[in-house]
């Protein structure tokens, strides 16, 4: 079965500074993708990134990276330069590459950036 | 990438009447899907919104209670039937082309007095 895992429930970051969100999984499935979601106090879900399990190179989309280490089961989020706009709840997920595609989700990060 | 219009953006209802949530996509997709998040938790998988035929529930979710159409590749809904204070929840309506990028709409939240 897939898990994944988030074990910091909450996180402060200084404006501008940079910050790392943990998230570790679990899965049996040779082929599966990690996704990263935002969601501001709106409750609207905001795809950030996508890693898949057979890509070479961490991803990255603007201040958005992804700490991809596949031996050690871990797909950390890294944000750049924090912004006040960037105060919300972090969520990882998996999604297995079968047909299904279904994404399963952890528990969340609420990240605050203290200006 | 798709953008998904979802409605109503929020309701109140009464106990033991229904919601039905649509869910609008902008292009033809290949999964669409229904999750539920309850009051300060993660997003549950309610159920795989297939065109054309039934949809796939996930454990713990059944037809009777949540069902769900899809008449075509770019529109479903999710009905919530028979409303009990504890259906209160967020749910979002997700969708995409399978693999790197699956999106969400903005979510229902709804109240159930």
């Known amino acids: 079965a897939q898990k994944i895992t988030q074990t910091q429930p909450g996180m402060f970051v200084q404006e501008k500074e940079a910050v790392t969100l943990d998230c570790t999984y679990d899965t049996s499935d040779p082929s599966y993708g990690l996704f990263w979601y935002k969601q501001p106090s709106s409750g609207e879900m905001i795809f950030l990134i996508y890693?898949?399990?057979?890509?070479?190179q961490n991803a990255t989309e603007g201040r958005y990276s992804l700490n991809f280490q596949k031996a050690r089961k871990s797909a950390n989020l890294v944000i750049s330069a924090s912004q006040l706009g960037d105060s919300a709840m972090y969520f990882c997920a998996m999604s297995a590459m079968d047909s299904s595609y279904k994404l399963i989700f952890g528990s969340g990060t609420r990240l605050l950036v203290r200006p | 990438s798709a953008v998904i219009s979802q409605k109503p953006s929020r309701d109140i209802c009464q106990r033991g009447t229904s919601l039905t949530i649509q869910c609008q996509v902008d292009?033809?997709?290949?999964?669409m899907f229904w999750y539920r998040q309850q009051p300060g938790q993660s997003l549950t998988l309610i159920a795989t919104a297939n065109q054309g035929s039934e949809a796939t529930y996930e454990s713990g979710f059944v037809i009777d209670k949540f069902p769900i159409s899809r008449p075509n590749l770019t529109f479903s809904t999710l009905t919530v039937s028979n409303l009990s204070p504890e259906d209160s929840s967020i749910y979002l309506c997700s969708a995409g082309q399978g693999g790197e990028k699956l999106f969400f709409g903005s979510g229902t939240q709804l109240s159930v007095l």
């Open positions: 890693q898949g399990s057979y890509d070479q």
């Open positions: 292009s033809q997709v290949t999964m």
